[in-house]
């Protein structure tokens, strides 16, 4: 077992209510820990915390109560001034970067520099390094306004990185770009992670996000972390109902409500949906081989987490009456099954999963 | 050109006021400047939820400046009598007007600057707080040089609307142009001479004006 780099004990913030407002407990009662070079993911809607959470590892926010450990170091015994250094530790990129727009690209890196106290002969040659880094050398003379949303979360990288810190902290930093981009930054705090060694706190509300890089997940609901857990077996196995949701919402490989009444409509017979792991989806054929029966496959979708399969396909079984029900018994067997009935008798699992 | 003006005796007198009015209007803006800087940046500073949130001097402030701002600058002048003879050592006269004029620019500059720093996107402050600066750096690395474009033309505002105050200085015995224009040329019906100062302001502040707006569009680095 990795040691923790940062760990959370009883964790709660609570933002005290005005005559308008009531209080909030943004963060409530969080204990977990986050290993040194993993990626962390947390995921969850707006409003749930998770990036109150985030702000509690640099003390951008103070705890109400508990504590926050990191690298060792009680945060919720420190002054603000000996706060500094801890947090010169310690890189952030957000959802809008940030970037100083009174400087240029290279000024922006430069400025981390200066905060922590580097000699003015040393910065020019890190901040070159750093921009070669994240492919923004050509651009070192650009203002921020001047780049695409993509090349500003690089510049907002590179400044993260300017003082070698041991964590990163990712606030919904790809929320604020398109597909592509997202996956040019992911695949960016990927590299960061492998070849610099960093641990990667990422906070999003996309579970593609999770899926695309990292190696665990939080998740997190009105200031509670509701599932934690390897990225794969949250995705194959996914616990609260939540969860579920997210997974279910990321994967669009099981039918539900009108794509499902559609499906039914043109598909008649006996609908089930076979979960898809690590062994693909040879062994629920296997079984269908056995009984005699065949699967068509009408819905569904196979995709990667951490290098293995996941997903889940929908498939119509024609047979004997008598083989079909035997098949649907041995499929349980040997994967996650989802018995959706035939049209003259469906069976309806309001739960999406 | 211009009938009725004895330029012999005309020029001269315009001359020293021009003179005085540059000296009252420097003075005050140098001052007002300052100042308003440092009360605006202590209003934007101790609001709820900004870097040194403080209530009380929050309130103490938004309170000066609301006395301040709202009373018409001749009377303000006036009532400021006890103060003025603390600070300058008289009540009349051009170094008394200026300080009247230095204190209402303070504080006019104070809202400005406040409501300039206020448009500062608060999450460069942050990514800065989240770098390990104080608030100290913030204010000077981030804060200022992220609303310098507004923040000159703010000034630029603060020069034309002390200048237009200082135009009344003749009230409390401090001279200038607009004392020239009401004394030789009103109330001698010379009206003439209320133009030639009327034209010699108009260009004043309209070069005033460019150069603060070509400093701002710098400042924004555009």
């Not at chain 1, 801890?86 to 200066?114: D, H, K, P, W």
């Not at chain 1, 492919?135 to 400044?159: F, T």
């Not at chain 2, 006890?82 to 600070?87: C, L």
């Amino acid at each position: 077992m990795p040691a923790p780099i940062i760990s959370f004990r009883d964790a709660t913030k609570v933002f005290p209510g005005t005559r308008r407002r009531p209080e909030v407990r943004a963060v409530d009662g969080v204990s977990f820990d986050i290993h040194a070079g993993e990626i962390f993911g947390v995921i969850g809607w707006s409003g749930a915390g998770k990036s109150t959470l985030v702000r509690l590892i640099n003390a951008l926010e103070r705890t109400t109560s508990g504590s926050v450990i990191v690298d060792g170091v009680d945060l919720a015994g420190l002054t603000e001034a000996k706060l500094r250094p801890v947090r010169r530790g310690i890189g952030m990129i957000f959802q809008q970067f940030n970037l100083l727009a009174s400087r240029t690209v290279a000024g922006n890196v430069c400025y981390a520099l200066e905060v922590a106290g580097w000699p003015r002969a040393e910065r020019a040659a890190r901040v070159a390094e750093l921009l070669e880094y994240v492919g923004m050398a050509e651009q070192a003379g650009a203002r921020p306004h001047q780049l695409s949303g993509g090349q500003r979360q690089r510049v907002g990288i590179a400044r993260a990185l300017a003082t070698s810190p041991r964590i990163l902290l990712a606030d919904e930093a790809t929320s604020a770009l398109d597909p592509e981009t997202t996956r040019d930054v992911l695949a960016l705090l990927r590299k960061v992670n492998r070849e610099l060694g960093i641990t990667v706190v990422v906070i999003t509300h996309a579970m593609s996000v999770v899926r695309d890089i990292c190696d665990r997940v939080a998740v997190m609901e009105q200031g509670k972390v509701v599932e934690l857990g390897e990225t794969y077996s949250v995705f194959t196995r996914p616990q609260a109902s939540l969860t579920r949701r997210f997974v279910s919402g990321a994967m669009g490989d099981r039918p539900t409500g009108d794509v499902l009444a559609a499906l039914r409509e043109r598909h008649p017979g006996r609908l089930v949906t076979v979960g898809v792991g690590a062994e693909g989806s040879a062994p629920a054929f296997r079984v269908l081989a056995e009984h005699r029966v065949s699967g068509a496959v009408v819905f569904g979708g196979i995709t990667q987490v951490g290098e293995r399969p996941v997903g889940a396909l929908t498939l119509e079984l024609e047979g004997a009456p008598a083989d079909v029900d035997a098949a649907v018994v041995g499929l349980a067997q040997v994967c996650d099954v989802d018995d959706l009935g035939g049209a003259a008798h469906p069976v309806t699992n309001e739960e999406p999963r | 050109m211009t009938p009725g003006i004895d330029w012999d005796r005309f020029g001269p007198m315009l001359w020293d006021a021009a003179g005085e009015t540059l000296y009252m209007v420097s003075l005050a803006v140098l001052a007002g400047g300052f100042f308003g800087l440092c009360i605006g940046l202590g209003l934007y500073l101790t609001r709820r939820g900004n870097l040194l949130e403080n209530r009380v001097v929050f309130a103490v402030l938004n309170v000066i400046i609301n006395i301040v701002r709202p009373t018409p600058f001749i009377i303000l002048a006036v009532a400021l009598g006890p103060v003025t003879r603390a600070v300058v050592g008289r009540i009349i006269g051009i170094d008394a007007f200026t300080f009247a004029m230095a204190v209402t620019a303070s504080f006019a500059y104070a809202r400005l600057v406040e409501q300039n720093l206020v448009s500062v996107d608060p999450g460069v402050i942050e990514a800065a707080r989240a770098m390990g600066a104080s608030p100290w750096r913030i204010i000077r690395t981030v804060l200022i040089p992220e609303a310098l474009a507004p923040l000159i033309l703010g000034l630029t505002f603060l020069l034309v609307a002390v200048t237009d105050m200082s135009a009344i200085g003749g009230m409390l015995g401090a001279g200038g142009l607009g004392d020239l224009a009401i004394t030789h040329g009103y109330r001698q019906f010379n009206w003439s001479i209320v133009y030639v100062v009327v034209a010699l302001m108009v260009v004043a502040v309209q070069g005033v004006q460019a150069v603060g707006n070509w400093l701002s569009r710098k400042a924004q680095g555009r």
